[in-house]
């Protein structure tokens, strides 16, 4: 099958199994209404995520990083269809799961699962960790006889003492809860997961533990994964790909260490030098200290959207939106004036 | 705040408004008595019936009877007294303020003493104030208003005889309908106060105004009594909408003369026209009150515009 | 020189005498005037409570501060009345807290919750002096169009021009300390980068002593000179904030260096500690890092081990480190998992 879309100038076709794109977003947009109104047709709208595009390959890491605001959660709910996409495509084995009914979404939930930031909120306090792990298999009906062997396993390959399976969430730290959030995630054995910002509310002694644990189950298991984020070092630890997002456009794409090591996007440039650096005399490049706040995403500017607070901004930026150009190293980037 | 929002507050309370109407006209159709016959007396005959019947519209069709209802409701005529063949409009304009009168008291009496309540019970929490806030809140919400009523009566005009049981004739009159009206409002408002402004006073901006060296005085009032007040004023509208309708059992132990009374007389005699017109006149205020509400947090709170 | 905050065995506890529980245990550590200290640590080992306790910001009850002294400038604040901690509260010492959405009060406009903090250490100024200068500040900020913007409320505000706010109300009366309590976590890492400038320039401008408490040792190694490291209510280690970072003496340091994923570290590079931090209610014996440390012994689990100076500009809480000619170095027969 063919994955690569005309658009993507200088594609190289890769046959490599490892290179085989499991799902593929393509033009992905989602407005939400704001200013509602009692009849008719909302007042305005807020494009969250505009046509946006990329492929999350086999046994690999996809990151989504951005600023609040950039799009990044809707990209994710969107592609997990928690929420209903207003226009592009979502293919998965082939098919098109964008505009899917309710109906045909159970046989698209068994294979992509979502991870969220904060498990206390998306674990049931009064369920202990068996009813936890037991729901999923339950909804999608595994044999009775497997639950308890398979329970067991979740529990082993998550780093969980199986003589925890009778305790309720409030008895675990965070840590913990989010291992269990992640066992859960796994148990039916998708293809895919979603992990929206699964470290954010860690310390950073436990954050290490969670990252390496993903690895290794993606080294185990052959998941691919999808791993929205707003922290770069992480996603720089942790990814094969990335898109960054802002203002719900894409600005650039690519192989994590092809990006990380040159980016060309100036927003990009500019989030990799905001990340403060722990050794201070290794660190010789100039600061880039963006001005000014994100723009709402209601009323994004005219042209390239990053305009305002790029350094390079020209007139043309103002009037005419950046294409994502891509090279012959799978490096996309939407910029009038790349680097 | 724009003006589409009112324009959309309006036609939902309107929209409110014409349901309540549907729903009083069908309700007074389904209960059993015929308005005519009683209209006509025991003695009347077959005939006289059947014009009273024609008189009253009574024999055209259901739909029909209603636009008649509604025409006229909304010109103001809210039709005749069965009873005492006055119009139904100037029997409730009669008696209308003595009810609003009595609950505007009671609603002023009750936020002055539960707010003051709720705040001490806020700022000692697990004190004896808050404790004797609780149990009064679990007394005053167990008691019903018509057995506080009596109890009153027996205790402060049988028994020490320094107050009237009944009537509207002097200043003294008011004391013990406005007291049993307001009991339970004052427990709802305290326990509302004291939530509120335990919330607020969690909150980190609370912290930030100590950080500034602000004296606890300050930092109560400035910084916690004007966030606390969005829920209590929320609690005060809709407490003023419940005291002007829930003033029907106060009004009856005090013979108290406000269209609560009014409307109990009425169903006694079967006057439907009244009843229809009572009711209507209720919905009306209530509408009205929680339109107030909604639109007084925008004065209160800034982040609220619509 | 008199440090401007000096904490002296600084121990604070929560609940009733003899079931209290200890979120702050033997903490000793100094901020001389025009220095910035960076207190890192992670979420319970009392970095926060420390201060906020100092300055009489924790409710007590059930908080309070059991054993220790807090001098600023020489005074000490455990041991003046409220209403005197309060005159230094907002006047000498500003304060800016993590979360700029939750931290200004809703219903008062930002103009006048800035001059509030003038007018209640000054009664003579008055308010429209206050709220005149309320808008120097808001221009020292870097805020634009201060005049009209002082009108607005919180809401209308991004997260960056908040904490801009929060700041402008910390250095309104030329503090002599300036806290700030991860005053970025919560914001955007472009607005990150804005945040920590502003906060240099109002240390530059105000010539403040400045506390960071912050989880990031990336934001601690760019802001200050010295750092303490603290873990589950105890200091780890402290000293000037290069070398500690360069050459880690304490296990836990080294450790937590290891384990933070940096622009400049690869997965493998990433070390993550086992286990987790304890809770107040289940404080290990001996060295409260003992069940996580790579290095401990027998002797970790049964003593305490002192805090200590090491060489002539560090401190460390720990059995094993020796000192040197070059300064310290950890001595130990074996690592656990090496």
Redesign the interface.
């Known amino acids: 099958m063919n994955h690569i879309s005309s658009q993507e100038k200088g594609f190289r076709v890769v046959t490599d199994e490892e290179m085989r794109e499991v799902l593929r977003v393509e033009g992905l947009t989602k407005h939400f209404a704001i200013d509602k109104r009692l009849f008719g047709q909302p007042r305005k709208w807020v494009q969250a995520v505009d046509n946006v595009t990329f492929g999350v390959r086999g046994r690999g890491t996809l990151a989504i990083v951005g600023e609040s605001g950039s799009g990044k959660t809707t990209v994710g709910r969107t592609i997990a269809r928690l929420l209903k996409p207003s226009s592009g495509r979502i293919l998965f084995d082939g098919n098109d799961i964008a505009q899917i009914d309710e109906r045909s979404l159970r046989g698209v939930r068994k294979e992509i699962q979502m991870v969220f930031q904060n498990p206390n909120a998306s674990l049931n306090p009064r369920m202990t960790v068996r009813q936890l792990l037991c729901e999923p298999l339950i909804v999608h009906q595994w044999p009775k006889e497997e639950h308890r062997p398979r329970i067991e396993e979740l529990l082993e390959t998550v780093g969980l003492p199986h003589s925890y399976v009778d305790r309720y969430p409030h008895e675990f730290s965070g840590g913990q809860r989010q291992r269990i959030a992640i066992a859960r995630a796994l148990a039916i054995r998708p293809k895919v997961i979603i992990f929206d910002e699964p470290v954010s509310a860690l310390d950073v002694s436990v954050q290490a533990q969670i990252i390496q644990l993903l690895d290794r189950i993606q080294a185990d298991t052959g998941l691919a994964s999808i791993f929205i984020s707003h922290d770069l070092s992480v996603v720089r630890a942790i990814s094969d790909d990335v898109v960054v997002l802002y203002l719900g456009k894409v600005m650039e794409a690519g192989p994590s260490r092809e990006l990380f090591g040159s980016p060309r996007h100036p927003y990009t440039q500019a989030l990799i030098s905001a990340v403060p650096k722990m050794h201070k005399r290794k660190s010789q490049d100039a600061r880039i200290v963006l001005k000014g706040d994100l723009p709402s995403p209601a009323n994004p500017p005219s042209g390239c959207r990053f305009r305002t607070r790029c350094w390079k901004a020209q007139d043309i930026c103002a009037t005419k939106a950046p294409e994502l150009e891509g090279d012959a190293k799978r490096h996309f980037v939407a910029c009038h004036f790349p680097n | 705040m724009s003006g589409?929002y009112l324009v959309?507050r309006l036609?939902?309370a309107l929209i409110t408004l014409l349901g309540v109407s549907i729903f009083v006209f069908l309700m007074v159709k389904a209960l059993p008595g015929d308005p005519a016959r009683v209209i006509a007396g025991v003695d009347a005959t077959v005939e006289e019936v059947a014009r009273i019947r024609e008189e009253l519209k009574l024999d055209q069709g259901l739909f029909q009877q209603f636009t008649t209802f509604l025409g006229d409701a909304l010109t103001g005529n809210l039709g005749t007294s069965a009873k005492s063949g006055n119009p139904v409009a100037a029997e409730i304009a009669a008696r209308l303020p003595a009810t609003v009168q009595l609950a505007v008291l009671a609603i002023g009496v009750a936020t002055f003493i539960g707010v003051l309540f709720g705040l001490f019970a806020a700022l000692r929490p697990n004190s004896l104030v808050d404790y004797s806030l609780s149990a009064f809140t679990i007394g005053a919400s167990s008691m019903p208003a018509f057995w506080l009523g009596l109890l009153l009566i027996i205790v402060f005009a049988v028994q020490f005889q320094v107050l009237p049981a009944s009537g509207k004739d002097t200043w003294t009159s008011w004391i013990l309908p406005t007291a049993t009206l307001a009991a339970f409002s004052v427990a709802l408002i305290a326990r509302v106060t004291r939530a509120a402004m335990l919330e607020i006073l969690r909150?980190?901006?609370i912290?930030?105004?100590?950080?500034?060296?602000?004296?606890e005085r300050?930092v109560f009032i400035?910084?916690g009594l004007?966030?606390a007040l969005l829920p209590v004023i929320t609690v005060i509208g809709l407490q003023l909408g419940q005291l002007i309708g829930g003033a029907v059992l106060t009004e009856v132990v005090f013979s108290w003369p406000g269209i609560g009374r009014l409307l109990v007389e009425a169903i006694f005699a079967r006057d439907f026209p009244v009843i229809q017109g009572v009711i209507l006149v209720y919905a009306m205020m209530i509408v009205l009150l929680n339109l107030l509400v909604d639109l007084s947090y925008t004065l209160?709170?800034?982040?609220i515009s619509y | 020189m008199v440090p401007t905050l000096s904490i002296k065995d600084l121990t604070v506890s929560f609940g009733k005498p003899g079931r209290e529980l200890l979120a702050v245990n033997g903490v000793t550590y100094d901020v001389q005037p025009g220095e910035t200290l960076g207190v890192v640590g992670e979420s319970g080992s009392g970095k926060s409570v420390t201060l906020l306790a100092a300055l009489g910001l924790l409710p007590s009850p059930p908080a309070r501060i059991s054993r220790g002294s807090v001098e600023f400038q020489g005074r000490d604040l455990a041991r003046m009345d409220a209403k005197k901690v309060r005159q230094i509260r907002g006047k000498d010492v500003g304060f800016i807290f993590q979360e700029p959405l939750t931290s200004l009060n809703p219903v008062m406009t930002i103009g006048d919750q800035i001059a509030e903090a003038i007018v209640v250490h000054d009664q003579n100024i008055g308010w429209q002096k206050a709220r005149a200068r309320a808008v120097e500040l808001m221009s020292l900020v870097g805020m634009p169009d201060p005049e009209r913007l002082a009108k607005q409320y919180p809401h209308e505000f991004s997260g960056g021009m908040r904490q801009r706010i929060v700041i402008a109300i910390a250095i309104a009366n030329n503090p002599k300390l300036l806290i700030a309590d991860e005053p970025t976590t919560a914001l955007d890492v472009t607005v990150q980068a804005q945040i920590l400038d502003v906060i240099r320039e109002a240390q530059e401008k105000t010539g403040a002593a400045t506390i960071l408490v912050s989880h990031d040792l990336g934001v601690i190694a760019q802001m200050a000179s010295k750092i303490v490291v603290m873990y589950a209510g105890r200091v780890m280690e402290a000293g000037d904030a290069e070398d500690v970072l360069e050459n880690p003496l304490h296990p836990y340091t080294a450790a937590l260096i290891e384990c933070a994923p940096t622009m400049e570290s690869e997965l493998k590079d990433i070390h993550p500690i086992p286990g987790q931090s304890p809770s107040l209610m289940e404080m290990p014996s001996g060295c409260p890092f003992h069940p996580r440390c790579r290095y401990r012994q027998d002797v970790c689990a049964s003593r305490v081990p002192a805090y200590r100076a090491i060489g002539s500009d560090r401190h460390v809480a720990c059995h094993f480190v020796e000192e040197t000619a070059e300064g310290g170095r950890l001595v130990v027969p074996a690592a656990i998992d090496a």
């Open positions: 589409s959309q036609t939902g909150q980190d901006y912290r930030t105004a100590r950080a500034k060296g602000a004296s300050r400035r910084h004007r966030n209160l709170d800034p982040r």
